[in-house]
Nanobody
């Protein structure tokens, strides 16, 4: 079993910053790609960005220049640094990890979600 625990969400004013973390634990052989998604009220879940095991990143247009994804493989943790926050960034943020639980068994895992509210 693999568990993902997210943290770092909360209420922030426009222009502020938040840092989200997602730590994986359990039966982990290796973690490949990691990513962040978000879902605003009444909208579909959308991609925020991804990071490969090699450290290459890809971002949605809405996140480019403001958000940064990083990873610490020693801790099986992915981070999302969010700067210059806007009210439209308000959403529940989910991490997604591609986890090898053994040399031959693979799982795609989701975090429980953390609420981010950007408001005065």
């Amino acid at each position: 079993q693999v568990q993902l625990v997210e943290s770092g969400g909360g209420l922030e004013q426009p222009g502020g910053s938040l840092r989200l973390s997602c730590a994986a634990s359990g039966s982990i052989f290796r973690v490949d790609g990691m990513g962040w998604y978000r879902q605003a009220p009444g909208k579909q879940r959308e991609l925020v960005g991804t990071i490969t095991r090699g450290g290459s990143t890809n971002y949605a247009d809405s996140a480019k220049g403001r958000f940064t994804i990083s990873r610490d493989d020693a801790k099986n943790t992915v981070y999302l640094q969010m700067n210059s926050l806007k009210p439209e960034d308000t959403a529940v943020y989910y991490c997604n990890l591609n986890v090898w639980v053994s040399r031959t068994k693979y799982q795609n895992c989701w975090g429980q979600g953390t609420q981010v509210i950007v408001s005065l």
